[in-house]
């Protein structure tokens, strides 16, 4: 006999009792509704989509002592209810469960955190047929890593929203309460399946795919300098500019069953930089290694031995990728015969490294990485 999953019948006892479930303020108990993963909800309003809010920390979460700092503030100071309680209208646009997966600044994001986040997302909001969306609060600064991450192991169509902050939650036009209404929004609307991972910050909707951090202190910091944006927000509404449509050369990657992600170096070329850069990386444990090469991909003659060396006889895969803002590496710039080179295409070197460290997780050999790879080149 075909039977309902536990969370709808829960939601239908829930819609048959009443349609709104919010606070009674004289209650201190903060939530009305736990469904059968546990999450708990502030409101439950039958006629709103459910969206879970992952937060890990951040300027959103931040705090100073001054209404004016926009620097020197503790990054992931305040916890998630603290976040949802900032922003009554959010209950407006859908009921929200918060899980609090961290409270660190992102730099202190962990490739062990990435993993049980994006198996939390899948297991919590793509498994439960009542839960339309995910929001991830997160540090701006490595904010684009962990969006790629779940853009490329979240996929079940529903979408995934990254928010952050430019300025911490005690400072005179806070961004971050805006900011997540809004990612709210765009992850509870129908509009917003099938696009993958996005971010949403300073009213711009862009791809998790492509978008980079373009500036250390301004709010108009997140773009996708050559692909541009895929919608914006005016009054709190998602306006896409175009149908749900996937970034060339993605592919999704399950990692449920992975336990770890192999470690993965990123160097940065410069003028006279030392092969030891890379014999450093490759003695300290690199099992693939990333390089942020000047141009298209370009290294000095004597680097591009040692690479060769390092791919052909230690079996390490080396991406070559750009320093550059934007552009691509393709794989006519730094192909040889002598060695396997892979180019990273339109992929910047942080987004290389996520993309390599999941392929190794995957135990993908040289020929497969490289493969991979050749789905973001043009040629
Ligand atoms: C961080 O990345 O955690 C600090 C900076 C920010 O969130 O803007």
């Not at 000095?300 to 230690?314: C, G, P, R």
């Not at 079996?315 to 320093?323: A, C, D, K, L, Y």
Request: hydrophobic content about 40%.
């Amino acid at each position: 006999m075909f039977s309902l999953p536990a969370s709808l019948l829960a939601l239908a006892a829930v819609s048959h009792a009443s349609p709104i479930l919010v606070r009674d303020t004289n209650d201190t108990n903060p939530f009305v509704f736990t469904n059968y993963n546990g999450l708990n909800f502030t409101q439950m309003n039958t006629t709103l989509s459910n969206v879970t809010i992952f937060a890990t920390g951040g300027t959103i979460a931040g705090s100073s002592g001054s209404a004016l700092a926009t620097t020197g503030y503790t990054a992931g100071a305040v916890g998630i209810l603290t976040l949802i309680d900032a922003v009554p209208e959010i209950l407006n646009v859908s009921n929200v469960a918060g899980v609090q997966v961290s409270n660190v600044g992102s730099e202190d994001v962990t490739s062990t955190l990435l993993l049980s986040m994006s198996k939390q997302i899948n297991t919590f909001v793509c498994e439960d047929l009542t839960m339309a969306g995910a929001v991830v609060t997160h540090g701006t600064d490595v904010l684009e890593e962990t969006a790629f991450f779940l853009d490329a192991t979240v996929n079940c169509g529903k979408p995934v929203v990254v928010v952050g902050a430019m300025r911490p939650s005690t400072a005179i036009s806070a961004d971050g309460p805006y900011n997540l209404l809004e990612a709210v929004t765009v992850a509870a609307s129908p509009l917003s399946r099938d696009r993958g991972s996005m971010v949403v910050m300073n009213d711009r909707i862009v791809s998790s795919y492509y978008v980079t951090k373009t500036n250390a202190n301004t709010m108009d910091t997140f773009k996708a300098p050559e692909m541009g944006n895929l919608g914006e927000m005016i009054s709190d509404t998602p306006y896409f500019f175009y149908p749900p449509v996937k970034p060339t050369g993605k592919r999704a990657y399950s990692i449920m069953n992975i336990t770890s992600i192999p470690r993965v170096d990123i160097l940065f070329a410069y003028e006279d930089m030392s092969n030891d850069t890379l014999y450093n990386a490759v003695a300290s444990g690199a099992k693939g290694i990333v390089i942020a090469g000047a141009g298209a991909g370009g290294v000095s003659t004597s680097f591009n031995y040692a690479m060769e060396d390092v791919i052909n006889n230690h079996g390490i895969p080396i991406v070559q990728s750009t320093r550059a803002m934007s552009g691509e590496v393709p794989i006519s710039d730094v192909s040889s015969d002598t060695a396997l080179h892979i180019a990273s295409g339109y992929l910047n070197p942080m987004k290389s490294r996520i993309l390599l460290g999941l392929l190794l997780a995957h135990n993908k050999n040289m020929t497969e990485i490289a493969d991979a790879f050749l789905g973001s080149t043009d040629d």
